[in-house]
């Protein structure tokens, strides 16, 4: 039996209408998991619904927000009722925005607070009640961030809310062990997406790469083997860690 197996487990992903999440959004599909994807702009959900059927896979595009609350209760409950238990989610959708230093009173510290880890905290809160419910264990993956883990001056928010995700993951693994469930968290390095090109681009980013000791920046497919080792039961003795995968950055940070 192949331990990464994930057929017939369902699953959903926030943030899965760009970048990392509709990447691991396809990554679930082929592993055989029938996928709830998540975000607010639907229009490309359904594009990505149609790739993935269109290879024989299972996605069912929902709209969330991940700041209200009744859209994240709506999109558990959508995910459930069209594709069934919930066994596995990604808590992937975040926001990295401009931020002012030392500036509390800044919208991007709100924005970035309310999106990054109000919203994980939310998404979680949902996905954990209905896991469980049902009684069946599973698999919570929080997707934090090397900021998270050593922090950056340039995005104070942002660094707070991914160290903060990292925390809840660690508490909430406590409090799931006892229910079969396992909560963990993957902190990417640098992956050219949306969220990033521009910075990665600039002459910032070219000196930063130099210090990432694989050489280069991620790419949405360095992320397969932690997302699939952390979803699937060939992770099944694995709680409360949180695995960085960023071609060895952080041994040479700042
Ligand atoms: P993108 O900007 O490409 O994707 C972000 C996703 O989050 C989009 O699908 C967006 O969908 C969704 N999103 C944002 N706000 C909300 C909201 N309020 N409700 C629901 N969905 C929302 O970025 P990435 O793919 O790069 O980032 C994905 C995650 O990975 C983030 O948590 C990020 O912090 C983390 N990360 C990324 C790294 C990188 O280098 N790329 C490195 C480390 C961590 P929509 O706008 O349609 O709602």
């Known amino acids: 039996m192949n331990p990464f197996d994930l057929a017939g487990k369902v699953a959903l992903v926030t943030g899965a209408s760009s970048g990392l999440g509709a990447h691991m959004a396809r990554t679930l599909a082929r592993a055989g998991a029938k996928v709830a994807i998540a975000a607010r702009r639907v229009d490309r959900l359904e594009a990505l619904a ?3 059927a269109a290879q024989d896979g299972r996605a069912l595009p929902v709209a969330l927000d991940v700041t209200d609350p009744h859209s994240v209760a709506r999109a558990v409950e959508a995910a459930e009722t069209e594709l069934g238990a919930l066994a596995i989610c990604v808590n992937n959708a975040g926001i990295a ?16 607070l309310a999106t990054n880890l109000d919203g994980a905290n939310l998404v979680a809160r949902a996905a ?26 340039r995005v104070p928010a942002y660094s707070a809310a991914k160290a903060a995700l990292v925390s809840l993951t660690q508490s909430l693994a406590l ?58 039961d060939a992770g099944r003795y694995i709680t409360g860690t949180t695995l960085v995968v960023d071609g060895g950055h952080t041994l040479s940070f700042l």
Do not use: C, Q
């Open 175 to 232: 409090a799931e062990g006892p229910n079969g469930i396992r909560v963990n968290a993957i902190a990417p390095g640098y992956v050219e997406t949306d969220l990033n090109s521009a910075f990665l681009r600039s002459p910032t980013g070219a000196r930063m790469v130099e210090r990432v000791a694989l050489g280069r920046f991620g790419r949405p497919e360095d992320l397969d083997g932690a997302l699939l080792l952390l979803a699937s």
């Open 50 to 52: 149609a790739e993935i």
């Open 97 to 112: 925005r401009k931020e002012r230093i030392g500036d509390l009173d800044d919208p991007a510290w709100r924005e970035t």
């Open 128 to 153: 954990l009640n209905a896991m469980r419910k049902h009684a069946h264990g599973g698999s919570l993956v929080n997707v934090a961030s090397i900021l998270g883990l050593r922090p950056s001056p």
